[in-house]
């Protein structure tokens, strides 16, 4: 059992890594600004982890560029029981967005993980889990992508992780002590097999999977399928979606690595390695929700490559973790919380 900080936790990938985190028995601290996600996430957390967790969830509302903030998040853990690792997802996440406000990402995900690195080293915890993207690697000019893959990314968003990444890198080569995992998560979809905690987009849904359950569920009319020329076996992009639930574990997984051995850095694919076109995916979702999902094919987005796919041998080898939920059960999971919450949480 350990004393963890989750910065982020409410969010579709924390809440559902504090569930699980919570199940294996950790006291966790959620330091988060809602800027992105509901309060009512944690809520459901909690419901779901039965009431031996009620007393092992804290939540501070505040923001990671904040030392004060942080402060009050390190400060939290119950007395005599500081922090040991910290499990770190707060960040904004739109790759359109990034284009048209990189001073905000850039603040949020570059200064705000520098602030929090800061009062981790104030605090003497020198054990982190970053929540980075395959997206550092920009085109890919092979794939599968392997870690050793070159860093190249292709927009702010990008940027802002392959920049936390490097000071991650210059940090443990600063000092000894540093345990960090660079976690590089491909394409997150699903939900919580019981429909209660899933992924609450605002607004238009910019992600293929959102997306597609919206259509399903009515509040949406079509899909457009960006391209239909890729050179792939359909036509449509492919990617490697990893059921949230597989993420959860992953991160278990790193965490217990991490603690249990000698002080290194890690970058790590966390991906399925199995890719699948758009077009699997909406004929996947229609049989999941037995609703039909409209669409018509458009051109290319700008910015997407044709494949993009893990090589999670690496991941397999360090972690002992592989993902273990198919495609058919993204879908089913994803249905079930879209279908229960057709609004999200509502905010
Ligand atoms: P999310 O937006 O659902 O969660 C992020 C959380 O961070 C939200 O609860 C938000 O309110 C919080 N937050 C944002 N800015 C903050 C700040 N300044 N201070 C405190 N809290 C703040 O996103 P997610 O999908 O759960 O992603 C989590 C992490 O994983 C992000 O860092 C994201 O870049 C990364 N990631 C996500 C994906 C994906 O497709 N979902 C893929 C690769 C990497
Ligand atoms: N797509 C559509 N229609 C849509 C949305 C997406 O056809 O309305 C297609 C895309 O062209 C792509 C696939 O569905 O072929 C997946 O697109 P997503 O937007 O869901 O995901 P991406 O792989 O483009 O990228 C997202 C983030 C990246 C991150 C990556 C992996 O935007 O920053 O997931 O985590 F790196």
């Known amino acids: ?3 963890l900080l989750i910065t ?5 990938i924390g809440s559902h890594s504090c569930l699980m985190l919570l199940e294996a028995g950790h006291n966790l601290v959620v330091l988060d600004n809602f800027d992105n996600s509901s309060p009512e996430s944690l809520k459901r957390v909690l419901e779901l982890a039965g009431p031996s967790a009620a007393d092992r969830l804290q939540v501070v509302e505040g923001d990671i560029r904040s030392a004060g903030d942080l402060e009050r998040a390190f400060e939290a853990a119950p007395a005599g029981r500081p922090i040991t690792a910290v499990v770190h997802f707060a960040g904004l996440k ?3 967005e990034s284009v048209r406000e990189p001073l905000r990402y850039w603040d949020v995900n570059l200064c705000g993980s520098r602030q929090l690195l800061e009062s981790m080293q104030a605090h003497g915890c020198r054990s982190l889990v970053f929540s980075s993207s395959c997206t550092v690697y920009g085109l890919p000019e092979q794939t599968p992508i392997s870690e050793s893959a070159a860093i190249q990314p292709i927009n702010p968003y990008g940027h802002s992780k392959a920049a936390v990444e490097q ?3 210059d940090l443990a080569a600063s000092e000894a002590g540093w345990r960090i995992a660079r976690l590089r998560y491909f394409n997150p979809v699903g939900a919580h ?5 899933g992924e609450d987009p605002r607004g238009i849904p910019n992600n293929l999977f959102p997306f ?3 259509v399903a569920v009515g509040r949406r009319d079509c899909l457009q399928v960006f391209g239909g020329d890729w050179p792939t076996p359909d036509g ?3 990617r490697d979606y990893i059921h949230v639930m597989d993420l959860a574990e992953g991160h278990q997984a790193a965490l217990d690595v991490l603690l249990a051995e000698p002080p290194q850095l890690l970058s790590l694919n966390l991906g399925s390695g199995q890719g699948h076109s758009v077009l699997e995916v909406v004929r996947a979702f229609e049989v999941a929700s037995g609703r039909s999902v409209p669409h018509t094919i458009v051109e290319r987005r700008d910015g997407d490559a044709a494949s993009t796919v893990a090589d999670p041998r690496l991941a397999a080898k360090r972690l002992g973790w592989r993902t273990r939920r198919c495609l058919e059960e993204m879908c089913r999971d994803g249905w079930t919380w879209q279908q229960a ?3 999200g949480y509502g905010r």
């Open 1 to 3: 059992m350990a004393e």
């Open 341 to 343: 919450n057709p609004e």
């Open 167 to 169: 000071l991650l890198a």
């Open 8 to 12: 982020g936790g409410a969010g579709f």
């Open 193 to 197: 097999p019981s429909g209660r905690i």
């Open 236 to 238: 449509s992009g492919i």
């Open 94 to 96: 739109a790759v359109g």
């Open 212 to 214: 597609v359950s919206q």
